[in-house]
């Protein structure tokens, strides 16, 4: 029985509740006993108040028993990524600066999971202020890949990841600043949605890069991202960069939306660099689509080879900008020996971050800095709107594009310890992030070391009904999505 409830999708679970089959107590209760038993292997929890969980699940078995259910999250424990403020919960980023620090606010999309019903579990690892592309830059401890304890989850929403992979939360939410939710979740072998910027709310997210941060849900399927976009997507007056669209029915767009569609194979994506089994899975992909009736055509994204270079000026400026609130001073990790205020600013700050977070500071006010703010962050913005309309004027000719979601399987830990190494793992996402637009990964198959493969789906500016259809359609024609790791 347990094991059918953790690693049971929300939608089947919902039902099960609304049925009687299951309280939210019992399954709230497997999903902890699970944790327990796989946490101290897989390391994807930072905290957890198992107390309080069971407590928002007694409240939901109560309201579901007065006949006062609050929709189809009611009862389902959901886990947040560690930069999402949750009301007197730990919220740490990850890192040293924040240690002891604890939300006296919830962000808006814990909010709307509350209002939903949601019981909400625990608060899961990441690189450290969300930069990085493995967990290995936690300041807490590294989070393990559940398909093989001695390889990543990705990053930097690996524990968000593989809490959902190792069934320690039957749903996550990430976030992604380039590649965040979707990188991991093709590592870990789950379902990763990156929504357009500006659907989902970024109130009470702990700022990386404000221009490029978006919260999105970690699911084992596509209907299960579906029904989380519901919850947590719609306009919000407390951010300034939150949009006024129309949200739609998702799920029912699972069926409504049928397809054939018409969808791009952009080649700067499959070049060089691309691991042999990742390129063969996602060729079956291709041919999978085509099979069902789809019009594959082959795209171009000429400003592709410049996303790299554009994403680390930008990312790190907007970095060095959010961070420089981090002194020891207003808030945040104060060093006890300081002789001055210039050596406690120097001091906390050299002891609340680590080397990536540093690196990226440093690199942010550099290109920020007088003299080459033009040569540097200027220019970087520019190429940034030509990387937009690459993208616009291929979906003149497709809905969507099919590209693979990272260019190999999981790798070992260490084996990417040179910082260009691991940013060129994110070579494949983080053009989304720069124009702004959606995309899912979803698992696409395995590599002959039993790793998952992910492909990514990038759709049209707020048209994520279309994108999950796309993506629903293939993964009900496979069963990788079904797939558990032994652990």
Not at 129 to 146: I, L, W
Not at 301 to 318: F, G, K, Q, S
Request: aromatic share 8%; glycine share 10%.
């Amino acid at each position: 029985m347990a094991a059918e409830l953790f690693y049971a999708s929300v939608a089947e679970l919902s039902r099960r509740l609304a049925e009687g089959g299951v309280s939210s107590v019992e399954l709230t209760r497997a999903v902890i006993e699970r944790t327990g038993t796989v946490d101290p292997t897989v390391r994807a929890f930072n905290s957890g108040d198992e107390a309080d969980a069971l407590r928002q699940a007694e409240a939901s078995d109560q309201r579901r028993a007065a006949g006062k259910t609050m929709g189809v999250l009611d009862g389902i424990p959901i886990g947040l990524k560690d930069v999402i403020a949750v009301k007197d919960q730990p919220l740490t980023a990850s890192s040293r600066m924040l240690a002891g620090f604890v939300s006296p606010y919830d962000a808006t999309v814990t909010n709307r999971l509350k209002s939903a019903g949601a019981v909400l579990w625990g608060r899961l690892n990441l690189d450290e202020f969300a930069m990085g592309s493995s967990t290995e830059n936690s300041a807490m401890h590294p989070t393990c890949n559940p398909w093989d304890t001695g390889c990543v989850p990705g990053g930097s929403s690996g524990g968000s990841a593989a809490a959902v992979a190792a069934g320690e939360v039957i749903a996550a939410l990430g976030s992604d600043t380039g590649g965040s939710i979707r990188q991991p979740a093709a590592f870990c072998g789950v379902v990763g949605l990156k929504p357009t910027y500006g659907l989902v709310s970024r109130f009470g997210l702990v700022a990386f890069a404000s221009s490029l941060d978006q919260i999105g849900p970690m699911t084992r399927t596509v209907e299960d991202a579906a029904l989380l976009l519901q919850v947590i997507a719609g306009h919000d007056e407390r951010d300034s960069t939150s949009f006024r669209a129309e949200i739609p029915d998702y799920r029912a767009a699972l069926q409504t939306k049928q397809g054939p569609w018409k969808i791009g194979i952009p080649r700067e994506y499959f070049g060089d660099g691309l691991d042999p089994e990742v390129a063969a899975a996602v060729d079956k992909a291709v041919a999978f689509y085509r099979g069902q009736g789809c019009e594959i055509r082959e795209v171009s994204l000429p400003h592709t080879r410049y996303c790299l270079d554009a994403y680390y000026v930008i990312a790190t400026a907007e970095a060095s900008s959010n961070l420089a609130r981090y002194d020891g001073i207003r808030y945040g990790h104060r060093a006890k020996e300081a002789t001055d205020v210039v050596d406690l600013y120097c001091q906390s700050r050299a002891e609340g971050f680590g080397d990536e977070v540093k690196r990226r500071i440093i690199l942010g006010t550099y290109v920020l800095s007088s003299g080459y703010y033009d040569a540097y962050y200027l220019r970087a913005q520019k190429v940034r709107t030509l990387i937009r309309q690459d993208f616009l004027k291929a979906y003149e000719e497709v809905d969507v594009l099919l590209t693979p979601t990272t260019p190999t399987p999981a790798f070992k830990f260490g084996a990417k310890a040179d910082p260009l190494a691991l940013y060129l793992c994110d070579i494949y996402t983080i053009g989304v992030n720069l124009a702004g637009l959606p995309a899912v990964s979803l698992p696409c198959g395995f590599s002959g070391a039993g790793l998952p493969i992910g492909l990514q789906l990038i759709g049209r500016p707020f048209q994520e009904a279309n994108l999950l259809a796309v993506a629903h359609a293939f993964e009900q024609a496979h069963d990788w999505h079904r797939r558990r790791p032994q652990l």
